[in-house]
């Protein structure tokens, strides 16, 4: 018999996955650094680094060697035997002082006793994999890191703290039972009729619609907290743009999210209305010019812009929209939604107003006084389908189309009654797409690429 061709092992089958390591605390100086270990044999690596072994969950002050037993820092060691830690394996966490070139020294020596430089988001999946957090709480974490404002912070611990996938499951507990009445009468064909009547097939269903929706809503506000808007802001030097961004940002200052990759070139403002995160592109760089990396800052801009949910132009009220600004606007994407203000009412002597325009909705303000902001303000939140909602999760698209696959089996299982058998397929495929969002029935690419969006560290 030809012998096997080997084959190589996946990393993470086996009763040992890799160990892994990473810098978890963000690149830069900082006041301490930390290093994440996960995995197995980390007491060896403890002794090899520091000469201590660690307890369980205690701070221990340590020296971290190099190999020829010159010392790289001092700091504490913290080991968190499994299944008692973030990833469910054993973890060791090295604090150290906070220097980029310190960490990568530390980082350096623990790849060199074995462990291997973690991917992006692979202590999550490990947590995930392990059973510590499901697949909605995973990306949760992410999403709380990612918060732009307090809101949605807020909105992401909840989720983290597993009430969205509370409710999913809730959810999921109604469909397998209604599921197991059908599967159960299906067994039994002349007890059809007495199960919808007697076990209330139709009224259970309803329910269940009912809880959807509710849930559909309040994931639908948490992808707004999550996502924000998208603004473009146009209009010709002068009208108070600059003015504007003040005015909406008002008190509410939001923290500045650095998105990579794009932060340096496209000029980007995020600030917060009622806590939903506005990222405020500001066009004003849009010019034509033939140096070159400006010309690849202006293609980043546009982009932007391509994704952009509204696009407010500014023109002053005293002159109104001029050839300047119909030239701007015919640049934008059709889809776009526009609203147009009238800035400067002060000067025009005219009130803060909001009134209605063939293109869109217009509204009258002072940027410089604050008469009208709140117009503006509830017309973005308007725009974006913001509606107060207590106990909001965060949530992705990804959420919202499981979450409206659901709903549509459901509503196609209510139609094909009193035929069970399709009745029972549709209720199947509902409890499928709704699996989904937790992690229940996911499939393996769709795993690594919401890994893949995390930090290494994380
Ligand atoms: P930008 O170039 O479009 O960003 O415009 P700025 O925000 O820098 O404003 C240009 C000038 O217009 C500044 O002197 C502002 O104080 C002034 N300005 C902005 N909004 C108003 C307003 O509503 N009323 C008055 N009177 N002046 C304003």
Redesign the pocket.
Known sequence: MAEKPPTTPRPDSGPHPETIAAIATAPGRGGIGVIRISGHGLLAISQALSAKQPPARQATLADFCAADGSLIDSGLLIYFPAPHSFTGEDVLELQGHGGSVVMQMLLARCLDLGARLAEPGEFTRRAYLNGKLDLAQAEAVIDLIDAATTTSARSAVRSLQGEFSKEVNALLGQLIELRALVEATLDFPEEEVDFLKADDAFGRLERLQLRLANVFDRAQQGKLLQGGLHVVLA??????????LNRLAGDELAIVTPVAGTTRDVVRSTLQVEGIPLHVIDT?GLRATEDEIEKIGIARTWREIERADVVVL?VDARSGVGDAERAILAQFPAHLKRITVY?????AGRPAELHDQADGQAIS?????GEGIELLRQALLRIAGWHPAEDVFIARERHLRALADTREHIATAQAQLPQLELFAEELRLAQMALGSITGKFTADDLLGEIFSRFCIGK
């Open positions: 209009g010709q030097p002068n009208v108070g743009k600059s003015s504007l004003a500014l800035n400067k009412i002060d000067l303000l002072s940027a410089k006084h």
